[in-house]
């Protein structure tokens, strides 16, 4: 059975990819961030002449990095409706531009071009009937593969459903406050559902709204989308136990042996090593089977966590030209179907080198691994009471008392206020801040209210009946 959950309702959104049991691929991204095809209403701050740039302000926080076509494309004060190209690095910001693209798996609008394009590889006659569905419009289009023998009904109501988005990006330019969101992009989403489309079978949501979105989307037709309402108690992996397998150092393999991955600001580098693996007689045999072996885990570690940059795999010595080409030849296998790898071979000193296109944040980055004291901790933590409240939810649990530590700058009321309103939370929240807490924080099922804060109050620790 191949199924993907998509938990969408949590700050920290994930689609998991399960392929009888096994993870196969995963999608991360936060709720309220940026992606690519999102489109802002925004407000040129600064433009540098001299390297032909602009800098366009997207919200009272973050600023897009413009590149300009001609010198007075735009100007200082203008508002400006431009679209997520790029996204942020820790050095650079989100990369805009002016031509909008709108996106459905079927077709795209170009709202200011003119113009029917095609997929090439559409059959001549599936090429004429949908460009005689869509002539005459004001904008721009571009007609996908994914159209071929698409019903007139569906093709169009995709059209339809773009266009609205356009007229709505339209009147919010003119009728909303600057700088602000306009549009909310489901592109990445898209993609990593159209990487799967033809294999999955199912596809579990946690939100209704979503599951409707996905719907739209994908399609109902090639894959069965459902709603669960008991999803949070039925997912395969919660946020711990993905930060946990998606970032420990040590990966074993079946053959006995393992990789280890040190990730770095300038590189990731893989070790193969034989560790507990026996040997025989046939010591070079077992070598060339063990790194074959690592070669296929490093592509699915290197997938899973969204690894790029440069990459380097010291893979255990061997002599053998022909196991050095086995080698290569099952890293490229294994790649296939990854079009931003790049494998430049083995280096003099024996290690494989290559790089990898960033298209998201690895995980790294993804779940604050490296930001102990910093406020991207802080989010981790906030994001692990979110996902323990709402197993506590789907528990029916009545009464919760969350202790917290008070090295954290949170303001915890504001944020578990929300998390009420936002996840429509039914059970009693006491919130306490420990000082001798040594972990961030403790969250668990009371009895009886009234004892607890008659302890508390003992201890000398005030107590907030959130609600």
């Given at each position: 059975m191949k199924q993907i959950y998509v938990q969408s309702r949590t700050k920290k959104q994930l689609a998991v990819y399960m392929n009888n049991n096994n993870l196969e691929d995963i999608f991360i991204q936060d709720r309220d961030e940026f992606n690519i095809g999102d489109v802002f209403l925004g407000i040129v701050k600064d433009v540098d002449f001299r390297l032909n740039v602009a800098f366009v302000r997207l919200n009272n926080r973050d600023i897009g990095f413009l590149k300009l076509e001609e010198p007075n494309q735009v100007h200082q004060?203008?508002?400006?409706?431009?679209?997520?190209?790029?996204?942020?690095?820790?050095?650079?910001?989100?990369?805009?531009?002016?031509?909008?693209?709108?996106?459905?798996?079927?077709?795209?609008?170009?709202?200011?071009?003119?113009?029917?394009?095609?997929?090439?590889?559409?059959?001549?006659?599936?090429?004429?009937?949908?460009?005689?569905?869509?002539?005459?419009?004001?904008?721009?289009?571009?007609?996908?593969?994914?159209?071929?023998?698409?019903?007139?009904?569906?093709?169009?109501?995709?059209?339809?459903?773009?266009?609205?988005?356009?007229?709505?990006?339209?009147?919010?330019?003119?009728?909303?406050?600057?700088?602000?969101?306009?549009?909310?992009?489901?592109?990445?989403?898209?993609?990593?559902?159209?990487?799967?489309?033809?294999?999955?079978?199912?596809?579990?949501?946690?939100?209704?709204?979503?599951?409707?979105?996905?719907?739209?989307?994908?399609?109902?037709?090639?894959?069965?989308?459902?709603?669960?309402?008991?999803?949070?108690?039925?997912?395969?992996?919660?946020?711990?136990?993905?930060?946990?397998?998606?970032?420990?150092?040590?990966?074993?393999?079946?053959?006995?042996?393992?990789?280890?991955?040190?990730?770095?600001?300038?590189?990731?580098?893989?070790?193969?090593?034989?560790?507990?693996?026996?040997?025989?007689?046939?010591?070079?045999?077992?070598?060339?089977?063990?790194?074959?072996?690592?070669?296929?885990?490093?592509?699915?570690?290197?997938?899973?966590r969204q690894l790029s940059g440069m990459i380097l795999i010291d893979f255990i010595n061997m002599n053998s030209k022909i196991s050095k080409k086995k080698i290569i030849d099952q890293l490229r296998e294994s790649f296939k179907n990854d079009s931003s790898i790049t494998i430049y071979g083995f280096t003099k000193l024996g290690i494989v080198e290559m790089t990898r296109k960033r298209l998201f944040p690895d995980v790294y980055d993804q779940f604050s691994i490296y930001y102990a004291q910093s406020a991207n901790q802080c989010e981790l933590i906030m994001n692990q009471i979110e996902e323990k409240l709402l197993e506590y939810q789907s528990a029916q649990t009545d009464q919760l008392h969350l202790k917290v530590a008070t090295k954290y700058n949170i303001n915890w009321k504001a944020y578990l206020l929300e998390l009420k309103e936002r996840h429509e939370l039914n059970f009693s929240l006491k919130l306490s801040e420990d000082p001798s807490l040594q972990e961030p924080f403790s969250l668990y099922k009371i009895e009886d209210g009234n004892r607890v804060n008659k302890q508390l109050r003992q201890q000398g620790i005030k107590v907030d009946n959130l609600f």
């Open positions: 004060g203008e508002r400006v409706l431009v679209q997520i190209e790029k996204l942020a690095t820790k050095s650079k910001y989100v990369t805009v531009n002016l031509s909008i693209q709108l996106q459905s798996p079927y077709i795209v609008i170009l709202p200011y071009e003119k113009g029917i394009h095609t997929s090439k590889k559409l059959k001549e006659e599936e090429r004429e009937r949908l460009i005689s569905l869509v002539n005459h419009q004001p904008v721009g289009l571009i007609i996908r593969t994914q159209s071929n023998e698409l019903s007139d009904n569906i093709f169009l109501s995709h059209l339809k459903e773009q266009l609205t988005i356009w007229e709505n990006i339209q009147w919010a330019l003119n009728h909303v406050k600057s700088p602000q969101k306009v549009y909310q992009s489901m592109s990445d989403w898209t993609a990593f559902f159209n990487k799967h489309l033809g294999e999955i079978n199912e596809m579990i949501c946690d939100d209704i709204k979503f599951k409707e979105q996905l719907v739209k989307t994908c399609g109902s037709n090639t894959v069965n989308i459902s709603y669960d309402l008991q999803f949070i108690k039925n997912r395969p992996y919660n946020l711990n136990q993905l930060v946990s397998l998606l970032t420990k150092r040590e990966v074993p393999l079946s053959s006995g042996g393992h990789i280890i991955i040190d990730r770095t600001e300038a590189m990731t580098v893989i070790d193969v090593d034989t560790s507990n693996t026996r040997m025989n007689n046939n010591k070079d045999q077992i070598l060339e089977q063990t790194n074959l072996k690592a070669a296929v885990e490093c592509e699915r570690q290197i997938r899973l």
